[in-house]
């Protein structure tokens, strides 16, 4: 595998990564007829599943025609792997939060959103990514399945209907000769990470993980979540015989430390198997700063952990070596390296030829990470250049 993943490091063009989840929770959801004024050229570039291939990864966008509730449903998805794989990969189920204001759901995009993204951050680590828009959303059909009014139920009634759709949209997943329907995981943000949640207590085959980020029950104003909480973090536990990987940050403003703790209880009282990941305060508010790059940078650590503890796909250890040997750098920079390694694209690493003098920097472009990480490394006055881009290695051999 290290060879494969290696091979990987050659040179390529800039490219414009795709798509960046910062949804939370709401009240409701207002009707839009939005929808209508996206113009038809963007409807059939994404029925005829255009291909396109920019820089290390391919990006495929398209319809999923699926059946929930015993009603035909079209789905838009968004389908992101290396450029190089080969043969049938993992299957990653990217889930999306909730915009703060419910018209916005309409105005989502899967492939116009610049900055940088979780999604390339998982390709890059050997899975096939599929990001869905569920109904409601983008350019899927409607209507949104969240609109409900403060109650006990709600928050549970919000979570199936959300895994709903991406249990609904597996059949088509599995399908494609580059997925392996026997290796998949559930990731979500907020929103998502609360319907991965969800689906994983269904116990659905081949689906080996979830991991919720900042996933939850919240509804503003709405104090019904206190009695709901307990409840239903204890249904789940007790259905779900994955492994579970929960990433929070102490100052989240949607989920404060004593909610996370019940929610915790509850969901290892009924007998789940949960690594809860706590991270220090990240920004003014830890639950919008997780999809930050600082936020990134913390769980996408304890994600390569988990993967690797539950043999799954990520970057191989091994691959430390090759860079420092191609370096020439000794043992004791292996830290530098992996904090390198392990952190979010967009992303550089200069240093200066024949010197361990180096620096690397993350950005939402290829081509701001390039120059921030040149103009850190030639702080001491020394002549710098770039050697690796992303996961590729682009200095001399």
Avoid at 100 to 120: C, E, K, Q, T
Avoid at 154 to 166: E, K, L, R, Y
Avoid at 187 to 200: C, D, K, M, Q, T
Wanted: net charge neutral.
């Amino acid at each position: 595998m290290t060879n494969e993943w290696i091979a990987g490091w050659v040179s390529h063009p800039a490219r414009r990564p795709w798509w960046r989840n910062t949804g939370t929770g709401r009240a409701t959801f207002a009707s839009s007829i939005k929808l209508m004024s996206l113009t038809i050229a963007s409807i059939i570039l994404l029925a005829m599943a255009t291909e396109a291939i920019s820089g290390d990864l391919v990006q495929e966008r398209q319809y999923l025609r699926v059946k929930i509730g015993g009603k035909d449903v079209r789905l838009e998805a968004l389908f992101v792997k290396r450029a190089d794989a080969r043969g049938r990969l993992p299957i990653a189920l990217f889930n999306h939060g909730r915009p703060a204001v419910g018209a916005m759901a309409l105005d989502r995009s899967l492939f116009n959103d610049p900055g940088i993204n979780p999604i390339a951050d998982i390709a890059r680590r050997g899975w096939l990514v599929v990001a869905i828009h569920r109904r409601g959303f983008g350019l899927s059909d409607g209507p949104i399945q969240s609109d409900s009014p403060c109650a006990a139920d709600t928050f549970m009634g919000w979570m199936n209907s959300d895994a709903d759709d991406i249990e609904a949209s597996i059949g088509a997943v599995t399908r494609r000769p580059d997925a392996d329907p026997t290796k998949m995981i559930a990731i979500g943000e907020s929103a998502g990470g609360a319907a991965s949640l969800a689906l994983g207590a269904r116990n659905v085959p081949g689906l080996a993980a979830v991991i919720n980020i900042a996933g939850g029950e919240h509804l503003a104003g709405c104090a019904a979540v206190n009695d709901s909480i307990p409840l239903d973090f204890r249904n789940l536990g007790t259905r779900s015989h994955i492994p579970n990987l929960w990433v929070f940050a102490k100052n989240d403003l949607n989920h404060p430390l004593d909610q996370i703790e019940v929610m915790r209880t509850a969901f290892t009282a009924g007998g789940a198997d949960l690594k809860l990941a706590l991270l220090e305060p990240i920004g003014e508010d830890g639950h919008t700063g997780l999809s930050s790059n600082a936020g990134r940078t913390q769980w996408l650590t304890e994600l390569d952990n988990f993967l690797r503890a539950h043999d799954l796909p990520t970057w191989p250890l091994s691959s430390l070596d090759v860079v420092l040997q191609k370096l020439q750098w000794p043992a004791t920079s292996r830290a530098y390296v992996q904090a390198y390694l392990t952190a979010p694209g967009e992303k550089a690493f200069a240093r200066t030829p024949g010197k361990q003098n180096a620096a690397y920097r993350t950005a939402p472009t290829l081509d701001d990470a390039r120059k921030l990480a040149l103009d850190a490394c030639q702080q001491k006055g020394e002549h710098c250049v770039v050697v690796m881009e992303d996961d590729r290695w682009t200095g001399a051999p």
